[in-house]
């Protein structure tokens, strides 16, 4: 049966640009590539056709394909990140940071957020706003792995896909507890995303009517003298 837009699948993938991987689910592949993260969960992703969970491009490749489909995907600039826009490359006074600003540093302007310096001019500093990849044509091998169809799987997909972490959840009928990781609240990521989490997990996932976030602290044990 063909995959149709709405449908939760598990999905593998690895993105390049110019011959140079710069997103994968494959660990040993972002390891090859020298992207490798400690911090990110690898393996196929759960997300839902047609909500832009991956790139758009390859989000519209998905419907109508059929489970175990391997391939391989071109995405356009205007389906990727963009084309680059001039307009998002401006110039500030040097006084203006409170760092000394450098070639190749991730800065935060305000009014723009965040960019790349690309070049030091005297007293003036160049940042690029566009998305690194803008302008650029991908390409992505992909395989579906599987549909997935259990609400439970569905939500924990979310989670993990929003906030970059695995977490305690249980359902009971209708009613979904979701029990959180200590310090989670300091988290900037989960603050960022929670409340699409919860959106998504209603207007998503079949059949949740209530979402329950558990935050449990225990008190420290006290050392023996």
Same mark, same amino acid.
């Given at each position: 049966m063909a995959i149709k837009e709405g449908d939760f699948v598990k999905l593998s993938y690895t993105g390049s640009a110019n011959g140079m991987i710069f997103d994968t689910t494959d660990e040993d592949a972002a390891k090859a590539a020298d992207i490798h993260s400690t911090t990110a969960i690898y393996g196929p992703v759960t997300i839902c056709v047609g909500q832009k969970h991956v790139i758009i491009g390859l989000d519209e490749e998905l419907a109508g394909k059929d489970v175990g489909t391997e391939a391989d995907v071109t995405v356009l600039p205007e389906k990727a990140f963009g084309e680059r826009d001039l307009k998002k490359v401006q110039s500030y006074p040097k006084n203006k940071f409170k760092d000394k600003?450098?070639?190749?540093?991730?800065?935060?302007?305000?009014?723009?957020?965040?960019?790349v310096v690309v070049d030091v001019i005297g007293s003036?500093?160049?940042? #690029?706003?566009?998305?690194? +990849?803008? *302008?650029?044509?991908?390409? @992505?091998?992909? $395989?579906?792995? &599987?549909?997935?169809? #259990?609400?439970?799987?569905? +939500?924990? *997909?979310?989670?993990?896909? @929003?906030?970059? $972490?695995?977490? &305690?959840?249980?359902l009971d009928d209708?009613?979904?507890?979701?029990?959180?990781?200590?310090?989670i609240?300091?988290?900037?990521?989960?603050?960022?995303w929670r409340g699409r989490i919860i959106h998504e997990g209603f207007e998503l996932v079949n059949g949740i009517s209530e979402i329950t976030l558990v935050e449990t602290y225990k008190k420290p044990e006290k050392k023996e003298a």
């Open positions: 600003p450098t070639r190749g540093m991730r800065i935060n302007v305000e009014e723009h957020g965040e960019g003036k500093v160049i940042v #690029d706003f566009n998305a690194p +990849l803008a *302008g650029q044509t991908l390409t @992505y091998h992909y $395989k579906i792995e &599987e549909i997935v169809t #259990d609400p439970l799987e569905q +939500l924990k *997909g979310l989670i993990r896909l @929003y906030a970059g $972490k695995d977490m &305690e959840v249980a209708s009613k979904a507890t979701v029990t959180l990781p200590p310090g609240n300091y988290d900037r990521r989960w603050l960022l």
